[in-house]
Nanobody
Framework: QVQLVESGGGLVQAGGSLRLSCAAS????????MGWFRQAPGKDREFVAH????????AYADSVKGRFTTFRDGVKNTVYLQMDSLKSEDTGVYYC??????????????????WGQGTQVTVSS
């Protein structure tokens, strides 16, 4: 079991920044990928970014590339999503997720085994 708790969401003006945190506990040594997804009202959950738990490579959706950065603090067992130059279309509920296998593209929600509760990000234009 892996438990994930997100924090850091809120209301921000377009062009502003937010940093989301995802604190992991439990069998974190078994986690291979940590992913970030978001879901806007009336839309499907979409991939935002992922990072290899060991602190390796990252990948981003084209819509956030160059604006968002994900990184990990191994001591705190926490993964972060730094979001800069926010746009109104970034509004949604953001989720972190853990994949214990890591054998796919890691960009589909059904590849992930555990999910956090989500945190709301609202960008006003």
């Amino acid at each position: 079991q892996v438990q994930l708790v997100e924090s850091g969401g809120g209301l921000v003006q377009a062009g502003g920044s937010l940093r989301l945190s995802c604190a992991a506990s439990g069998r974190t040594f078994s986690t291979y990928f940590m992913g970030w997804f978001r879901q806007a009202p009336g839309k499907d959950r979409e991939f935002v970014a992922h990072i290899i738990w060991s602190g390796g490579s990252t990948a981003y959706a084209d819509s956030v590339k160059g604006r968002f950065t994900t990184f990990r603090d191994g001591v705190k067992n926490t993964v972060y999503l730094q979001m800069d130059s926010l746009k109104s279309e970034d509004t949604g509920v953001y989720y972190c997720a853990a994949d214990l296998v890591g054998s796919g593209t890691e960009t589909e929600a059904n590849e992930y085994d555990y999910w956090g509760q989500g945190t709301q990000v609202t960008v006003s234009s």
